[in-house]
C-alpha cells in the first residue's frame, strides 16, 4: 500500500467531504466523516486498490446500520471509523464488489452514485486521480483524520 498516497488522501478527505457526500440525513459539520463510509470506500479502492467490505447490523456501528471499508494488501483500511464512539467489528465484515457500489442508480433515497461522483470530483480536483482532470479547488481543512 502506498502510505504517502493514503496520508495525501485523509489530508483531502477531511477538505472535501460535504454533505452532499454524506449518507441523507447524516451530515455533521463537527464530525464531516459521519455517513461518509460507503462512497469513501470506493474512492479508496479507486486510488489504493484491494477490497471494499460491508458490515450491517452490528451493535459496533448502530444495530440497523450498515458501514464500508477497506482491505488492502491484508490491512484494515477504514478512513469514518471516527464517527463511531468504540472499535469497529471488521471481522463480522464481509466482501463487496466495489463497481456494483459505483454503478447503483442516482435515483432512490440514498443517492449512492450521485454521492460517489460528487466525492470522487472533489478529491481529483485537490489530487492525482486517475482518469480525472484536476481542475484546482480552495478548501479548507475539517477534522476527522
Keep these: 500500500m502506498d502510505a504517502a498516497k493514503l496520508d495525501q488522501l485523509k489530508d483531502v478527505l477531511n477538505r472535501v467531504w460535504a454533505e452532499d457526500t454524506c449518507y441523507p440525513g ?72 466495489g463497481l456494483a457500489l459505483r454503478q447503483l442508480r442516482t435515483h432512490g433515497r440514498f443517492n449512492r452514485k450521485q454521492r460517489y461522483e460528487n466525492l470522487k470530483r472533489r478529491v481529483a480536483e485537490v489530487m492525482d486521480y486517475p482518469g480525472i482532470v484536476a481542475r484546482g479547488l480552495n478548501t479548507e481543512k475539517k477534522g476527522c483524520l
Design 26 to 97: 447524516s451530515w455533521n459539520k463537527d464530525i464531516p466523516c459521519k455517513g461518509q463510509c460507503e462512497p469513501t470506500a470506493c474512492v479508496v479502492q479507486d486510488l489504493l486498490g484491494g477490497d471494499i467490505y460491508k458490515i450491517v447490523g452490528d451493535e459496533s456501528i448502530g444495530a440497523k446500520g450498515a458501514h464500508f471499508f477497506n482491505v488492502i494488501d491484508g490491512e484494515i483500511v477504514d478512513l469514518t471509523a471516527a464517527q463511531f464512539d468504540g472499535p469497529v467489528a471488521y471481522g463480522k465484515g464481509y466482501k463487496v464488489e
